[in-house]
Nanobody, 126 residues
Framework: QLQVVESGGGLVQPGGSLRLSCAAS????????IGWFRQAPGKEREGVSC????????NYADSVKGRFTIARDNAKNTVYLQMNSLKPEDTAVYYC???????????????????WGKGTPVTVSS
């Protein structure tokens, strides 16, 4: 079965850090761009970050620039999202998605993805 699976979410205090992982199953990630998205209660799903297949290009939403870092380890078939200086407004379910022909641009769009994970919840609260 071809899928991506997120992990690493949880409860963290404001100012804390988490590292999310996106692992592929049934296919190799190195030919796919990867996007991280999040959806807070009552809000639309929004793009957080994306990375090209080679890892040469990354983009971030303005709300997370300087705090989040996306990186990929193709040998492990995994993409990571390192989240530092977390804020309560970062609370959401985080999803990763893989797109064979996805264009990772400054506007991190949802369309163009082939596989979506089921999400991992992140709660930032004291």
């Amino acid at each position: 079965q071809l899928q991506v699976v997120e992990s690493g979410g949880g409860l963290v205090q404001p100012g804390g850090s988490l590292r999310l992982s996106c692992a592929a199953s049934g296919f190799t990630l190195d030919s796919y761009a990867i996007g991280w998205f999040r959806q807070a209660p009552g809000k639309e799903r929004e793009g957080v970050s994306c990375i090209t297949g080679s890892g040469g290009t990354t983009n971030y939403a303005d709300s997370v620039k300087g705090r989040f870092t996306i990186a990929r380890d193709n040998a492990k078939n995994t993409v990571y999202l390192q989240m530092n200086s977390l804020k309560p407004e970062d609370t959401a379910v985080y999803y990763c998605a893989a797109g064979r022909y996805y264009v990772c641009s400054t506007y991190i769009r949802r369309s163009g993805m082939n596989y979506w994970g089921k999400g991992t919840p992140v709660t930032v609260s004291s």
